[in-house]
Structures are given as C-alpha cells and as structure tokens.
Nanobody, 121 residues
Framework: QVQLVESGGGLVQPGGSLTLSCAAS????????MGWYRQAPGKPRELVAS???????DYADSLKGRFTISRDNAKKTVYLQMNTVKPEDTALYYC???????????????WGQGTQVTVSS
C-alpha cells in the first residue's frame, strides 16, 4: 500500500507565496517521476511541474519563473514553491508519483487527495 499526502494549501493573497509538500509512504522500492497537477472548477486537470529522481524538472510554460518544484529523495517528499501567486492559480493541487513497490514489478501511478489553494484578497 502506498499513500501520497499533500499539505501546505490554504488562502493566500495575490502576490504572495506558498509552499506545498507531498510525502509518500508505504511499500516503496523506488520513486521515479513526482509531479504536481492542478484542477480549477470547470477546467480539466493540468500539469504544473514534474521532477525525476535525478532532479530533472519540467514546467507548464505559463508557470515557468513563478513556481519551483523540488524533492528530497531521503524523505520521499516533493515540494512546490509558489511565488507571486495570482487569482488564476486558485485550484485543487494534486501530487502524483510513479512508484515501484518491488524491483521485479512495473511502476504504478499514485495520486494524493489534493490540497486547495485559494488566491484572493
């Protein structure tokens, strides 16, 4: 059993900053790609950023320069530093991770339950 638990969401004013965390736990042999996605009301879920276990990163073009993804492999945790947030960043933010529970098995994709980020004055 593998779990992803997000934290750090909340209400933030426009122009402010927020850091999200997502910790993986359970039967984990190896965590490959970890990422953050978001879904605003009435819109499809979209990629925010992803990071491999060798620290190679990828970002949505519209978020480059404002958001930074990082991870701590020892803690099995991925972070999303959100700077200069805008009202349009309001969404439910989900953590995703591709995890192998056994070296002989293929990886599976796991999702967290989501953490709400609301940008408003």
């Amino acid at each position: 059993q593998v779990q992803l638990v997000e934290s750090g969401g909340g209400l933030v004013q426009p122009g402010g900053s927020l850091t999200l965390s997502c910790a993986a736990s359970g039967n984990i042999f190896r965590i490959n790609v970890m990422g953050w996605y978001r879904q605003a009301p009435g819109k499809p879920r979209e990629l925010v950023a992803s990071i491999t276990n060798s620290m190679s990163t990828d970002y949505a073009d519209s978020l480059k320069g404002r958001f930074t993804i990082s991870r701590d492999n020892a803690k099995k945790t991925v972070y999303l530093q959100m700077n200069t947030v805008k009202p349009e960043d309001t969404a439910l933010y989900y953590c995703k991770a591709d995890i192998k529970s056994n070296p002989l098995l293929t990886q599976k994709t796991y999702w967290g339950q989501g953490t709400q980020v609301t940008v408003s004055s």
